[in-house]
């Protein structure tokens, strides 16, 4: 039998319960302490998946000093996993300084796959996602955001970042400066408010509730490869988010499909 190792990285649900796995469940159990980026938010998960152990924090805050009590805890022989508020360690979240101490100090460790927000926003985004780059979130200050954003102007690809209530706005008005329109913005991933638009004009930002953790998502590919049947799949993903003919045309030729493929996929659709 394959010895577990000591140090375990648990994903977590974003929002649905259900997303949990298995193996998140049994890691969960078998821990002699948790660490969490919130005590609260750790304690009322564990409460609701019945799994009853000690929890610790471990937030930005205090990385340093947490990650010598984990490395304490596991010269100790004790199992300990790490879990954020929401989504996956790591990934715009705490645990790097962890990650690279366990590395350096040749302690073995797992990462489990779970939730994390961006991928089904990219999916939901319409755009190529065969590749693409995550930024994660901007910086706070908006001229830091804007020199942020321009330095990405030369990714060819899709780019996908997160940002909070009180920013996002801004940030997308800063995103349709420097990317091609639309800017795809989704919120409430897997929540029962889930939410996602397209952004094409500053002024579209005003229907965005503004509630929740945002993901956007620009697609800055320079060179379109103009195949009809991937122009259909985008244009049947938009009707079925409930965008009429019109407006889906509209966001075709912004993805930088021609006018009259645009057109024809969606009266393809349409009629069918």
């Known amino acids: ?38 005590t609260r938010t750790a304690k009322s998960l564990l409460n609701a998946l019945d799994i009853k152990k000690p929890v610790e924090s471990y937030h930005k805050d205090n990385e340093s000093s947490a990650t010598a009590k984990v490395i304490s805890a596991v010269n100790e022989g004790k199992n300990i996993c790490i879990i954020s508020e929401a989504g996956t360690p790591c990934i715009s979240d705490p645990g790097n300084t962890l990650t690279a101490a366990l590395v350096r100090e040749s302690i073995g460790f797992q990462a489990l796959p779970g939730a994390v927000a961006f991928t089904p926003a990219l999916l939901m985004s319409g755009f190529p996602v065969e590749n693409f780059y995550f930024h994660g979130f901007l910086p706070h200050k908006k001229q830091e955001r804007i020199k942020t954003a321009e330095s990405l102007k030369s ?8 940002e909070s ?31 996602s638009y397209f952004i094409n004009t500053p002024e579209d930002v005003e229907q965005i509730t503004l509630k929740g953790e945002f993901v956007l998502a620009v697609n800055n590919r320079h060179i379109k490869d103009e195949n009809p049947s ?20 509209k966001i075709l030729k912004a993805l930088g499909y021609k006018r009259n493929e645009a057109y024809s996929a969606v009266q393809d659709i349409i009629n069918t």
């Open 165 to 195: 209530p009180h920013r996002v706005k801004e940030t997308i008005k800063i995103l349709l400066d420097i990317f091609p329109a639309p800017v795809f913005c989704a919120r409430e991933i897997t929540k029962m408010f889930e939410t």
């Open 1 to 38: 039998m394959t010895k577990i190792p000591q140090v375990s990285f648990v994903p977590t649900p974003i929002g649905n319960l259900g997303d949990i796995t298995k193996r998140a469940l049994e890691t969960l159990g078998l821990s002699d302490v948790i660490f969490a980026e919130d």
């Open 230 to 249: 991937d122009c259909c799949d985008t244009a049947g993903k938009l009707i079925s988010f409930g965008y009429d003919g019109k407006e889906t045309v």
């Open 155 to 162: 990714y060819n690809t899709v780019i996908a970042f997160y």
